[in-house]
Structure formats: C-alpha cells, structure tokens
C-alpha cells in the first residue's frame, strides 16, 4: 500500500507529545517542546532572524540547518557561538542574539 493513503489516524508511526519547555530570548518567554532545537522553537514563533553581519548588519537565522555556515549563532546561558540548529533546547536556557562589530582598525 502507498503510504499516503494512509489515512491519519490509522498511520502506525502516530507523533508522540513531548515535555514542554521554556527558553528566554532576548528578554522575551518562548515555549517549546523537549527535542527541539533552538532554531526550531525561535522559527516557531515565527522568529526567522537572529543575528546581524558584523559589516553591513544584514539579519541572519537558520541558513543551512545543518551547522556548516555558522549563520544562526547565538548565545546561550552567557556560551558565545552557539549553532542555533545544532544545540537541543534545555527548559530555563537564556538565549540572546549575538551581534558583532568588526573591530577599528588603527591607522
């Protein structure tokens, strides 16, 4: 049998609920369930952008979801550098953007 006739309710690998969680982001109280990702609780609450470029302050977030790029980095519980779509959510974590700017140069 074709696996999308498979009605919903009759879909042997049914989703199983997870502990909920609670994350601050910068200063805001977000939920979440137990596995995800920061990437995946911050996308949903409908924040797609999380960090600026140090040059031109282009807003940045989850790029190529799997920790090659370094586009989501953010902070967590005061650990700069933190992938965003790597790092599992953990119930009370603090996590802040992080924003960057290049250093002056002396002339």
Known sequence: MNPRLVPADQDPIQRKHSATLHVSFDGRQLAGEQGQTIAGVLMSHNILSWRTTSVHAKKRGLFCGIGVCFDCI???????????????????????????????VKK
């Open 74 to 104: 953010v902070a967590v519980n005061g650990q700069r550098d933190v992938r965003a779509c790597q790092r599992r959510c953990h119930d009370g974590d603090v996590i802040t953007p992080q924003h960057d700017e290049l250093p002056e």
